[in-house]
């Protein structure tokens, strides 16, 4: 069996993602041993179907599934555009919505925006859900490749509610 038997066998194919069935590393990306070394699953699949990586980039997943390998879910970019299309607020996040923090002293959410190694203020808030509205207004204002937050019509935060 060739590599690309052996690839395509560990690809389940759902109606949104063809999702890689195999071996994972430690941040949860699918890898495959090709060429003598371990790839990113993503990787392989662009690299096999679109071409090459130019050096010093990325391969975001517009689907934010890491282990997606469907090629039109994938595209190059910067560190800075795979970074603006994060899919949520960090794991120890309080407030639970990216760009939110709760500021005990004010009694109220407070949105922050980074944004080329700078902080953008978006404004203090009562309610979590107006905090994280003002969030995605700044990220829409600042960032090109935030796609989450230019589809959604629901805040992440009450659509949980």
């Keep these: 069996m060739d590599a690309e ?13 063809h999702l890689w ?7 949860g990306y699918g890898k ?17 179907c ?10 975001d997943h517009t689907c934010h599934n890491r282990n997606c390998v469907r090629v039109s879910h994938l595209r190059v970019v910067t560190r800075k555009q795979n970074n603006e299309n994060r899919s949520g607020a960090h794991a120890n996040s309080k407030s639970g ?3 939110v923090y709760w500021i005990a002293g004010k009694n109220k959410w407070r949105v922050v925006v980074h944004h ?17 509205k003002a969030a995605i207004a700044k990220r829409n204002e600042l960032f090109t490749h ?15 509610l």
């Design 32 to 48: 495959f041993r090709f060429g003598g070394k371990f790839w990113g699953v993503h990787r392989l699949a662009y690299t096999w």
């Design 116 to 132: 080329n190694k700078k902080n953008y203020y978006g404004g203090h808030y009562d309610s979590l859900v107006d905090a994280e």
């Design 5 to 17: 038997e052996r690839f395509s066998a560990k690809v389940v194919m759902t109606e949104t993602c």
């Design 146 to 160: 935030n796609e989450r937050d230019r589809s959604s019509t629901t805040t992440i935060f009450s659509s949980r």
């Design 50 to 59: 679109l071409g090459p990586i130019p050096a010093g980039y990325f391969i």
């Design 21 to 27: 069935s195999g071996a994972t590393n430690n941040d």
């Design 97 to 99: 919505v990216r760009g």
